[in-house]
């Protein structure tokens, strides 16, 4: 299923590709137009994609339908994607670009603006089933995927252990103008980890869920 994903990227222009590919270390030193506009652009896509499919195909309440679209479009999930893809070695990196490791975020922001890419080649209707077969939508939905609440689990391990759990939000806009969200977790005053999100419940959930992964490693 993900070919037809990769299919249909590779049939756009080789204009629009190279966008995709063009981090803002080597846009900033050749003086090109970086990813970040068609990043922004592919992440409202998605998160519509996958809203969508999610209203005609399930019956779940809002805050259930949030949760469970934020597992599909988290950076883990896209960041895999990208990796399944082995679209590593096309980035564009520029010489100031040090650390040579690439970061799950990177991965994820470059299939963003892959998916915006094609929408601007072929329109929503047309990448919707490519997109939502690459991200195992519809296969994990029949098996009967349920949304996970990261931070109700966090808070009752919290409970259990008698300690005090709090997020702490900061909003902030990328460079392509995008509205994203910050959530710091803090267990008895103490930063524990972060996550982002285009929404504050996204970027709690996401927070909570790298919390959990570092408590359960203790």
């Known amino acids: 299923m993900k070919n037809n994903f990769i299919t249909l990227f590779e049939k756009c222009s080789d204009e629009l590709k190279d966008l995709a590919f063009t981090h803002s270390s080597f846009a900033h030193e050749k003086k090109l137009t970086s990813n970040e ?7 409202t896509v998605l998160s519509t994609i996958v809203s969508d499919y999610l209203y005609k195909h399930t019956h779940l309440d809002e805050g259930k339908m949030t949760k469970l679209r934020a597992s599909f479009v988290c950076t883990e999930n896209l960041s895999e994607l990208a990796k399944t893809l082995g679209i590593e070695s096309r980035i564009k990196f520029g010489k100031s670009f040090k650390n040579r490791d690439i970061s799950d975020a990177i991965l994820a922001d470059t299939v963003e603006s892959m998916i915006g890419v ?28 349920k949304p996970q609440d990261f931070k109700s689990e966090l808070q009752e391990l919290i409970q259990e252990n008698k300690q005090k759990l709090e997020y702490k939000i900061e909003k902030y806009e990328t460079k392509g103008g995008q509205e994203n969200f910050r ?36």
């Open 37 to 43: 506009r068609i990043e922004f652009l592919g992440d």
């Open 118 to 145: 094609m929408y601007l080649s072929y329109g929503m209707h047309s990448i919707s089933t490519a997109v939502l077969d690459a991200l195992k939508v519809k296969e994990l939905l029949k098996k009967g995927i």
């Open 183 to 218: 959530a710091n977790t803090f267990i008895d005053g103490e930063f524990v980890s972060y996550g982002q999100g285009s929404t504050r419940k996204e970027a709690e959930q996401n927070s909570a869920k790298l919390a959990l992964e570092k408590l359960k490693r203790k």
